[in-house]
């Protein structure tokens, strides 16, 4: 067996263990939907880097009624029917796009990235393989402004919505977070 599914094989099971131990210690049940309706109505996207934790460095509460997705390099891009789905049934308010300094984005590019795939997948068709588009960039601010700008030109996100997308800038080595767009 592969080491690599070893390892999530392994992972998979330890957390089906610690799910029965929180089972056994009482789980409560979780409202339906029905019974509370749907809440969040700003939907955040960040960076998936393990050293940012946006619930943390922002002070999110639920009371921000918001709903953090991450992506890597914290693209919109392949979330855009994500976004009209969750606005059909919440009505969302705001969306707003947050990078990082020092992004794993920064340090590899979209054909190095389309490389790697093509050595792991060698038959892969090549219109395929041309469809991998992570987001990498050198410019971590432009690719704020690019993000933004595919959200707002977007033609199947309400107009209202697209009129309420911000891009903000976390710098992780002060923590200040900068309003891009």
């Not at 880097?49 to 002070?59: A, H, T």
């Amino acid at each position: 067996m592969p080491l690599l599914a070893k390892m999530a094989s392994s992972l998979a099971q330890e957390l089906l263990k610690r799910n029965n131990v929180y089972v056994e210690n009482g789980h409560e049940p979780i409202p339906l939907l029905s019974e509370i309706g749907f809440t969040p109505k700003k939907m955040i996207f960040s960076c998936i880097d393990l050293r940012v934790k946006p619930e943390e460095l922002l002070g999110l509460t639920d009371a921000d009624e918001a709903l953090v997705v991450r992506t890597a390099s914290g693209t919109p891009a392949r979330n855009l029917n994500d976004i009209v789905a969750l606005d059909n049934l919440t009505t969302l308010t705001e969306l707003i796009v947050i990078k990082h300094t020092d992004c794993g984005a920064l340090h590899m590019t979209d054909e190095q990235i389309r490389e790697h795939v093509r050595t792991h997948n060698p038959d892969i068709d090549d219109q395929v393989l041309n469809e991998v588009v992570v987001g990498t960039t050198h410019d971590i601010v432009e690719r704020t402004r690019k993000d933004v700008e595919l959200i707002r030109n977007s033609p199947i996100i309400r107009k209202e919505l697209r009129e309420t997308t911000s891009g903000l800038l976390i710098d992780i080595t002060t923590g200040k977070l900068t309003k891009i767009v």
